[in-house]
């Protein structure tokens, strides 16, 4: 087990990841639609805690999420990906802090879990083209979300477990 | 001297020409603190809204009985129950309410879901304690709907956004926007007779037969209680 997921009460933080996902607050929607908190918190967790660390929260809180909604797609093929990616990024260097950096990654990660969401609703016959205003809105709005909240957990994590990466945090530039 | 009983008759064959306008408009002027005010038009509406409300009751009732001579009710499951909007996710990749109510309170999976306005979805799952309420748009929804100005039968599609497809069976419906779309009078899977929307668009081109969109009566946006019952 990695030195953050040791902590109990840091795996507990992502309980918030439904919660904010069932309460879906209004004042933090595009157009009607949510942001990916999982994604908002997956992405400063695995950059922190590495990937095996990264793939296996990304698959139980997918499972989670799965389970607060009816119907066959699931999140769980998006979300282990993302976590393992993030967290070999998280293990090489140049260390990985810059808002701009970690915007770009939860874009990126959001891009990829609605297309992965997408191409299930295809497979199964379902697809339509509300489908892609929903994988925009979607990929905005946690874009633009992840500079301010992933940079703060990533800052809290790195504090928490700063032999993670043989050295210890650097100051955001 | 006669000019001034000629200015008196020029008078009064102006009055004649104009249809007594000016007499009319100077009835007008001392009559307005007697006119009818808006009291009155308001008396008149409640009155015309009680009317509509014992006629509703009384054909609703009447409804039962000849349903029930049909043998087309099922009494046992007929109850009402009110339940809290607790989670609402109207957009994005699934489109559900999550109530307040559960099994422990007697809500069963199938069950029909209703707002002020007409049914917003089925309960898709439940816990003891809440149920999940698929809601007519999501991509997922499938329901059979009835078009009661044409009488035919169609297949209610959500589609991801807020007018979900309806998709009739045969062709030549000769829907129109405007007609009203509601479960199916026989239905057994939900309550029959529940307004569900209004077909907005059709569109007669589509293979292999029409296709409408229509927009839904219900406003899911805006219900903080829902009701839930059985078929």
């Not at chain 1, 922190?48 to 769980?76: I, K, R, T, Y």
């Not at chain 2, 994005?92 to 917003?120: C, F, H, K, N, T």
């Not at chain 2, 969109?213 to 805006?222: G, M, N, R, T």
């Amino acid at each position: 087990m990695s030195s953050l997921a040791r902590r109990r009460w840091t795996l507990a933080t992502a309980l918030l990841v439904p919660v904010l996902a069932l309460a879906a607050p209004a004042a933090l929607q595009l157009d009607g639609v949510p942001p990916s908190w999982a994604v908002l918190w997956l992405l400063p967790w695995a950059l922190a805690d590495g990937p095996l660390s990264g793939a296996a929260a990304g698959l139980a809180l997918a499972l989670v999420l799965d389970g607060l909604h009816p119907g066959p797609l699931s999140q769980a093929p998006a979300l282990g990906l993302l976590g393992w990616w993030w967290g070999r990024l998280g293990r090489q260097a140049p260390l990985i802090q810059r808002s701009f950096n970690l915007g770009l990654l939860a874009l990126l990660g959001a891009a990829a879990l609605g297309a992965s969401l997408w191409l299930q609703q295809i497979w199964q016959g379902v697809g339509t083209a509300a489908a892609l205003h929903t994988l925009l809105a979607q990929t905005l709005i946690t874009a633009l979300l992840a500079p301010m909240l992933c940079s703060l957990q990533l800052l809290l994590w790195r504090r928490l477990s700063p032999g993670n990466r043989g050295r210890t945090l650097q100051a955001d530039r | 001297m006669a000019w001034p009983w000629l200015a008196l008759l020029a008078v009064f064959g102006a009055v004649r020409l104009s249809k007594g306008a000016a007499v009319i408009d100077a009835y007008a002027l001392l009559s307005r603190p007697f006119w009818p005010g808006t009291a009155q038009s308001d008396w008149l509406r409640s009155a015309q809204d009680l009317d509509r409300q014992v006629r509703l009751q009384q054909l609703e009732a009447d409804n039962r009985r000849l349903r029930g001579l049909l043998e087309l009710d099922r009494a046992a499951g007929s109850a009402v129950r009110g339940a809290p909007v607790i989670s609402r996710q109207a957009g994005g990749w699934w489109q559900q309410l999550v109530i307040g109510r559960g099994a422990l309170q007697g809500v069963r999976s199938g069950d029909a879901v209703l707002a002020p306005g007409g049914l917003l979805g089925r309960v898709a799952s439940v816990t003891p304690t809440t149920a999940t309420v698929l809601l007519l748009t999501d991509s997922s929804s499938r329901i059979g709907v009835w078009v009661g100005r044409v009488r035919h039968h169609g297949l209610l599609v959500g589609v991801g956004t807020s007018r979900p497809v309806l998709r009739f069976i045969e062709r030549d419906v000769g829907a129109r926007p405007g007609d009203l779309v509601t479960t199916s009078p026989a239905s057994t899977l939900l309550p029959p007779n529940l307004t569900i929307g209004v077909i907005q668009r059709v569109n007669e081109q589509a293979v292999p037969a029409p296709e409408a969109v229509v927009q839904l009566s219900a406003p899911v946006h805006a219900v903080d209680w829902v009701q839930v019952r059985r078929p």
